[in-house]
């Protein structure tokens, strides 16, 4: 855990990837990592920080994927929806074992298993110290996960996005592939979109360019990432306007 004590943002809105829950699994939700993802965030307690989260649902169901295989591209889209509520319902439960309060609130009405979402009882929640899990993307096809994320980011005045990924940042090719590539310190939501750099997609990158709300990239893998972005420490990836991180 960081030394630092302090946090740098009141609200934030924390994406995660639903293939970051696979963990060693090849579908599906692999415990160990929805428990290392809800200690990572149980470590900011001390800070009293509001906690939104968006989580996608690539580990289960991809309807992009789906759609290029000849599904209907709006049926593709409600079932990758259907997968982030189950992801959510994961990250609640683990959530919840360590004794934080948590909403879930789905985008598509569930009343049997989640709040509808309501933009004020999501901010009462938060204002109430519950961390509010926003399931079911934006309820909407052809919209991703990280517009999802960029959306409520929105609606809950949230300072910045954390966006957590398996690399450190955003690089100038992917890291994976590319050992040579660069990682990005700085760089601009203009920049994201020209170079075509697939941090976010671009309407998720334009949403928050329109509304100047900061994007922090980082390795979620890293144990204590999360709370050093939230502490302010200068790691992973900032994406805003100035590129002059707060
Ligand atoms: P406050 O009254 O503002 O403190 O919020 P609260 O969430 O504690 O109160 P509420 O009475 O709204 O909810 C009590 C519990 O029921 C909470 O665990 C909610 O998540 C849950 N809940 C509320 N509305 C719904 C719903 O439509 N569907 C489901 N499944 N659960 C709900």
């Known amino acids: 855990m960081s030394e630092k004590k302090k946090a740098a943002f009141k609200r934030i809105l ?22 290392y993802i809800a200690d990572e965030i149980k470590s900011l307690s001390d800070l009293k920080i509001q906690i939104g989260i968006v989580i996608g649902g690539g580990n289960i169901f991809r309807g ?41 609130q789905s985008s598509i009405e569930m009343r049997e298993i989640a709040e509808p979402f309501i933009q004020r009882k999501a901010v009462r929640h938060l204002e109430k110290g519950r961390i509010v899990i926003f399931a079911g993307g934006t309820g909407n096809p052809y919209f991703s996960t990280d517009t999802a994320a960029s959306l409520r ?16 940042g955003v690089y100038n090719a992917d890291p994976v592939k590319n050992k040579s590539a660069v990682m990005f310190k700085k760089i601009s939501y ?27 990239v980082f390795n979620l893998q890293k144990k204590g990432n999360i709370r050093s972005v939230v502490c302010g420490k200068k790691i992973g990836t900032y994406v805003g306007e100035s590129t002059t991180p707060p």
């Open 190 to 216: 203009i920049d994201v979109l020209t170079k075509n750099l697939k941090v976010m997609d671009s309407t998720a990158i334009t949403l928050c360019r329109d509304n100047l709300l900061p994007i922090i």
């Open 153 to 168: 980011a929105m609606e809950i005045q949230a300072d910045v996005i954390m966006k957590a990924t398996k690399v450190d």
């Open 64 to 104: 992009i994927e789906a759609s290029a295989k000849g599904m209907d591209r709006t049926t593709a889209d409600y079932m990758g929806m259907l997968a982030t509520v189950i992801n959510s319902l994961a990250l609640q439960s683990a959530l919840e074992m360590r004794g934080l309060p948590t909403r879930v």
């Open 14 to 35: 924390l994406k995660l990837s639903g293939e970051a829950l696979l963990g060693k699994q090849s579908t599906g939700v692999d415990p160990d990592i929805a428990n």
